[in-house]
């Protein structure tokens, strides 16, 4: 998180918490929070996958199949009141073009997701690309 933190423009200022359901509360004001859930991408359907690999050849379904795992959680992170829920899925290594694929494909059909922003941080690249 301290790296995203570090490389995300967008992380507004503010105490960060770690917790449970969501992994984070980014405290913005006494009384306001987002939360933060920050997941590894899913392994390619591959016989034997790399963990936190984002394939280019996958790279569109292992972001979908890795958003779907994590939409079933929402109920419980909105019981709490956050401003905001943010989904942060991470990358330890990224195939060349496989975010841009995402955002390419992201672009011709609407990002279905309750979360209210949906990150790619691509650990190796100290890349953060916002999808929504």
């Known amino acids: 998180m301290r790296y995203f933190r570090k490389y995300c423009r967008e992380f507004p200022a503010g105490r960060l918490r770690k917790g ?26 591959l016989p034997d996958p790399v963990p936190g690999f984002l394939d ?20 419980i992170y909105r019981k709490q009141k956050p401003e905001q829920i943010w989904l942060l899925i991470f990358a330890d290594y990224t195939e060349t073009d496989a ?3 995402i955002l390419h494909e992201a672009g011709q059909e609407p990002l279905r997701t309750g979360y209210n922003r949906v ?12 999808i929504k």
């Not at 449970?20 to 359907?45: A, M, Y």
């Not at 990150?119 to 916002?130: E, G, L, M, P, Y």
């Open 56 to 75: 280019y050849r996958f790279a569109t379904a292992q972001f979908r199949s890795t958003l779907s795992a994590k939409e079933d959680k929402l109920n």
């Open 20 to 45: 449970e359901s969501p992994d984070f509360k980014l405290w913005v004001s006494p009384r306001k929070f987002i939360g933060i859930e920050v997941t590894q991408v899913h392994p390619p359907p």
């Open 119 to 130: 990150f790619i941080f691509d650990v190796d690249q100290h890349r953060v690309v916002s």
């Open 99 to 101: 975010i841009e694929k």
